[in-house]
Nanobody, 125 residues
Framework: QVQLVESGGGLVQAGNSLRLSCAAS????????MGWFRQAPGKEREFVAGIIWSGGNTHYAEPVKGRFTISRDNAKNMVTLQMNSLKPEDTAVYYCAARSPGYMVVTVAGGYNYWGQGTQVTVSS
């Protein structure tokens, strides 16, 4: 089992950057594929970015490609989401999630077993 805690959210102006972090407990962090999802008010939770256990494969949702970067540090039990050129439509609660390892990134929320509590990102125009 793994516990996840997100941090780094906040209020920023459009065009600026934020860096989200997700700290994981447990000594088997390197055995999990990780993902970032987001949920805006009145909308379903949607996939943002994912990275496999080794860091050797990543995948991004179309709206964030070229602006967001996911990375992980297995020695520090940490996964991060660097968000650049933020837009008002990026406003949402961002969640970190973990699932069993594999070589492909799963993009559906139901495929993840463990979730953090979320961190709010608000982008003003």
């Amino acid at each position: 089992q793994v516990q996840l805690v997100e941090s780094g959210g906040g209020l920023v102006q459009a065009g600026n950057s934020l860096r989200l972090s997700c700290a994981a407990s447990g000594r088997t962090f390197s055995s999990y594929n990780m993902g970032w999802f987001r949920q805006a008010p009145g909308k379903e939770r949607e996939f943002v970015a994912g990275i496999i256990w080794s860091g050797g494969n990543t995948h991004y949702a179309e709206p964030v490609k070229g602006r967001f970067t996911i990375s992980r540090d297995n020695a520090k039990n940490m996964v991060t989401l660097q968000m650049n050129s933020l837009k008002p439509e990026d406003t949402a609660v961002y969640y970190c999630a973990a699932r069993s390892p594999g070589y492909m990134v799963v993009t559906v929320a139901g495929g993840y077993n463990y979730w953090g509590q979320g961190t709010q990102v608000t982008v003003s125009s």
